[in-house]
């Protein structure tokens, strides 16, 4: 929110520096986002006054010399108002003002003045415009005019500008927290800092004098939970004109544009208290009355700026007896907007439920200071208040007569001050050190609470704009802000209990496991939990796919956020094609995250999340059996063995993929990625998936290590190459040797032999395999025994004979 | 055979001997001229007790001596040559075998953990030996747990801080890890003390917002738990993640389920609180949000707030990896960019 230093002094006398007082507001917990001086940019510009000008013949120039307190200087101007005997800005040489455009108006940046020559004559410095300075119409009487900017008659020559047209004043941009709405103004920011500096806080004049006039006028609210209270006060023999110039500067140091008298009291009452207001124009409101309602569905209206809307019932309306003459705390309609012609007004002060303007500034896409305000919480303090300070003006300008027609509907909540009694035990023990019973009370007395002190007792009286002021904590608060948080003195918790901590066993084995492939050179990624339906037809997945049932966000910021990921491999792929782009030609990633799976849509209850692994290897040194490697990093991490078995997914080489399963339950899929699905993203390299549901394997997390015995007797291994039809699998050899003799403790394939030396459609895979020994030595005799069985084994399953 | 006779047969195989091994040029051929003279059946030095037989008795004794002495003095020679020639040999072998130390090294292949969850291990290390438990909430969570119950009702204007993703009307993707907290004090009694880690999403996508972050929650809740102990504990988190001697600073600051609410800024660990880019010229940094746990809060869950109080904080794992790292960039973290991933093993 942005505060002028000046306007704020009109209720509080402040006595730091403008740095001090950023520090002073930050301290009791409102961030100064940004402050600067309004002429920052200005400097060693002076009153100088025109002692004589000659026109140079033949130029648009004039020759002066301007008196600068201390010597007259030769300056040529070119300006046309120019004129002896009067005061404009004089900036000297060295000084720093805006530099403008050809249009004069359009400015390019900041200039420094130097030593100029002007057709032969030379120039000591420049008159200067109101563009020049920054300073507009709206901060300055005149500052717009297209040429010099005319100073008082009674500017001191010599004195330095800045202070004469406000370019000393400073603009606080301040940050408000959510739950302080009341100081979203600038008196409410001046309580504050009355209550930081030790300052009394001076209150706005709200007084008027009543006409006596009454007019025959009804006010309903038919929508009390939307509107807790509405106030109408009616002005007559009102003259529309431009505003004075003291409020139009205000209007335009805080980011408001001047409109004319009555729409800028309304601008001015919102930045000043915070409270949104609202001028209709007498003449059109029908019937005699305003009605607050709930707007029909369908209902239309066309806001002051020319925007039309079809409304809901879920749209709050203010209507005159007939039709609705403004969208509640958004904006007025066009249907009776002030205009030069406006000859009396109904001025509204209202409070309306923030949610409801919430909402519907949503929903309609309309949006106003008003609308913003109201979103942030408005008081009904601030509503009373509001509604007096505006009549107050519209007599300090003098541009309409006040009324005594004053309507006010309300659900009866008081404005008045609530009570609290909290124990200053609790308050103290909430910040864990003992604040002197008069600092506390000096604290809360700056703060307006008018605090009592008996015993323990501390009793505050609430202004009605603390609606956040709830029990002994935000007393608390409201005490250790003010006192200083550098008085909070670090503990360690002497009073609490010794609690056990670190990983659970789950976390434990997931960082176990991304551990084993951080071994196997893979490098752990993190992608988003939303996806994009196109990844899902990445993966060329049919519409009955168990992954195409991911639930949809409501809002998603764009299409491709817009599912919740039901696989984590479309991530995968992209992250794979992405390091190609950037010039990574092979590379290890994995990602251990969330799969996301609704029993039902719209979601009733929540769904399963799936902690899942994801792999991924790239590169033409890559293939299926390095990314196997790192699955069975995994295995081995768990201590378990998986098995693989060729399958057939529609995003992967139909050649090259494999379902793997514990247990006998399918728990993931691996495989080398379709070469159309490369094409498609322009990857270069080979790339290979795997995907594991490390959730399914949940039940063996934290499975006993045993410690076998070494064996006591030697171990045996025999060479087997065996010869069998191409179609067998290793994996299936495998299994069969080792079930075939209860000794085999380890098989390896060494060798795999296809070609000229075998038959047709024959391949030799060649094993190592180990024999360990149980309670006795072994012989030859009882280890050709179990060669035998292994080789009778394989030879009634898949006909493998011995090599010879 | 007389020993006259064997003398001189024996002093002439020790010149022969000499003559011989001044040629041998390798411990190699030092070895084979041995074996071949040393050999029993064949060598000259070898044979010689062989001739045992065929000396008188009387002699026997004293020829055994001598060809015992002409063995110890062959093997002397042999033993003296083969060290002489050995070291020149390893000494040639050492030079043939010189390398380039400042050629490039072979690596093991490397992997290496996300930097989200090098700081989350660390955090975990931290907050896990003074006891805290870790729990991980979900990432979809209703309204209740993410707002109502955190004493953010549906028309608290703090809703506005943060844009959230609805899934339907009750459910969202979570806006805060605080959302575990309500569920770690339904079901736990106190003394409660855990830290929250996990992913967080608000409809945030621009240069320095990412619509997906990480957070860690902290609560406390026993008796007697103080904002001085919050303070006490952000002090010891600050100086173990960021070193020592850094240290903080509370001001005041509001969220819905803490009360009072603080910002905790750090010093700033790059320059110590001078003042540098890095905080902007103002000696701080800001890391976390934190604050005493909102008796409404405690009392929603079943809590009895005149015997318990606690403490929350929030920290953004991102924020502290990239002050950490120097990472500039938010989105960098998600793209699992090889060339990012690689650079920060810490």
Redesign the interface.
Known sequence: MLVPLSWLKDYVDIDVTADELEEKL????F?VEEKHEVGEAISKVVVGLVKSCEPIEGTHLSLCKVDNGSEELQICCGADNVTAGKKFPLALIGATVYATAKDHKTIEGVMTIGQGKLRGYDSFGMLCSGTELGVSEDMYPGAGYNGLLVLPDDAPVGADVKPILGLDDYIFDISI?????DCQSIFGIAREVAAVLGKEVKTPDLSYTPSGETIDFNVTVEAPDLCPRYSAHYVSDVRIKESPAWMRRRLALVGCQAISNIVDITNYVLKELGQPMHAFDFSYLKGGRINVRRAADGEKIVTLDEKEFSLTHDNLVICDGEKPVALAGIMGGLNSEILDTTSAVMFESAKF???NI?KSSRALGQASDSSARY???VDEYATVMAMKRALHLIEELGCGKVSSSHFDVNTGNSVEPSKLTVSIKKVC?????TVPEADIKRILTGLCFEPVIDGDNLTISIPAYREDME?Y??V??EI??MYG?SH?????????????????LA?RTS?KI??A??????????????FSPSDLDLLRLPADAPERFA???????NID?SL?RTTLVPQ?IA?MA??QK?G?LS???F?LG?R?FAKEL???E??D?RETLCIGVFGDEEDFFSLKGLVENVADALDIRFAYDAKEYTFLHPGRSAAVSYDGKEIGLMGQVLYEIADELDARVPMYVAQLDIKALEGIFGKKRVFAPLPKFAIEKRDLALVMDKAITAGAVESVIKEASAYVTLVSLFDIYEGAQLPAGKKSLAYSVVFTPGDMEFTDEVINAEVDKILGALKDKYAVELRS | MDMNELTAKLSAIKDEVLADIKDLASSKSVYEYKKGIMDPKAGKIGTLMREMGKIPNELKAEYGKAVNEIKNWAAERFDELDAKLKEAEMRARYDSEKIDVTLPAKKQ??????P??QVR?QI?DI????????Y?G???E?DHYNFTALNTP?????R??QDT????P??L?RTQTSAGQIHVMENKKP???IISPG?V?R?D?DATHS??FTQMEGL?V????????L???L??FVTKIFGAGTRT??????F?FT????EVDVSCFECGGKGCRLCKGTGWIEVLGAG?V???VLEGCGIDSDVY?GFAFGIGIERIAMLKYGINNIKM???????V??QIDD
């Open positions: 930050f301290s009791c917990g961030e927290t959510a739950n302080r709405p439920a923030r949610d919430r979103a942030k919480g023990g909430v910040l864990g050190i029990s904590q935000d608390a608060e250790i802000r948080y909070i003195t670090p503990t360690l918790m002497p009073t609490a209990q010794v609690t056990p901590g670190g990983l659970s976390q960082l991304k551990n492939l951080c071994a196997g050179g893979a490098y752990e990624g993190i992608h988003y939990s939303f639930i949809k966000l409501i809002n998603p910021i956020l919740m995968m992250a992405r390091n950037r990574t590379g290890r990633i990602e969330n996301f719209p979601l009733k929540y769904p999340e | 292949v490397k992997g290496n953990l996300h989200n969850t291990n975990v907050f896990g030996s003074m006891g805290f438990e870790i991980e979900t990432e979809i209703t549906a028309d608290h204007p703090a506005d801080m993703f609805y899934l339907s009750e459910f993707l003394p409660i003390k992913k999403f409809s996508d619509p997906m406390v026993d008796k007697g738990i103080t904002l001085c102990d303070n006490g504990m002090d010891e600073r509370l001001r005041p600051s509001y819905p009360e009072p609410s603080v005493v909102n008796k409404k109080s973290l998600f793209e699992s960019d090889l060339r991933l690689s």
